[in-house]
Structure formats: C-alpha cells, structure tokens
C-alpha cells in the first residue's frame, strides 16, 4: 500500500473513533475525581493517628488538596459529559469554550501545586505520610496531563 493511501485511512480511523475519545476524557476525569477522594479521606484518617504535629499539618494540606482537586475534576468530567451528549453544533462549541476557560482556571497553579505536595512530601518522617503525598503528587500529574489534552 503507498503511503498517502495509509495516511487517509488512519484519518479516517481517528475521525470514526472521536466520540469515543470525547468520552475518555470524562471517564478519565471521573477516575482522577474518585482517586482525590480517596487519597482525601486517607489522609484525613491518618491524619488523626498521627503524633507529630508537623506531620497533621501536612496530612491536613493533603486533605485540602485532594478535596479542591476532586471538586475540579468533578466540574471537568460534568462538562466533558455535556459535550458528550449534545449533537455538533453551537451549544456543544459553547459548552466546549467553557470547558477550555474552566481547565485554563483549574490548572492555574496546578504546577506550583504539585511541586508543593511534592516537597512536603519528601521531608514527611513516616513511611505512611510519604508515601501518601507521592501518591497525591502522581495523581496531581495523571490530572496535569489530562487536562492539557482538552481542545
């Protein structure tokens, strides 16, 4: 087969498969809502077991995170879904610019974010408390990446 021949047909794949696409990026917002939920709560119970103050200060920072982080992961995967369900046209582009404008103001200090929970991360004493905030750092980065593939 020549190759223009293979470059239109793998168009055409990708073009057939764009609404299944469209709804990964709900589905993947979904995951990354429940997972912030989860490492929240997990922290927020480690965090009453704890003795060392420092370290139910960082557990409470790793709540906040993960609550706020949830909350915009849920907002992501609402407007993904809405787009999902209306046919092409000039609601589903508005919807659409408002999910670009929203993910514009939940990455906003996605980056600083990260690298804050990174760091008190690192200096947690517990093997508990660290391996909790890596956690919630990679599923901070999970979010990162996709949300910088919303169009």
Partial sequence: MRPIPCVILLTLAVLAAWPDLAKAEARHFQVSQVHFE???????????????MGERNILNFYVASAVLYANRAH???QLASIVEALPPGAEAEMVRQKMLQ?????????????????????????????NLGQRL????????????TIQ
């Fill in 102 to 130: 929203t993910r514009q103001y939940v990455t906003l200090n996605l980056t600083n974010d990260i690298h804050e929970l990174d760091s008190l991360a690192n200096i947690a004493e517990t093997p508990q408390v660290k």
């Fill in 75 to 77: 907002t992501l995967s």
């Fill in 38 to 52: 989860e490492l929240g709560t997990k922290a927020a119970v480690l965090s009453r077991s704890v003795a060392s």
């Fill in 137 to 148: 750092t990679n599923e901070l980065r999970v979010f990162q990446r996709n949300a910088e």
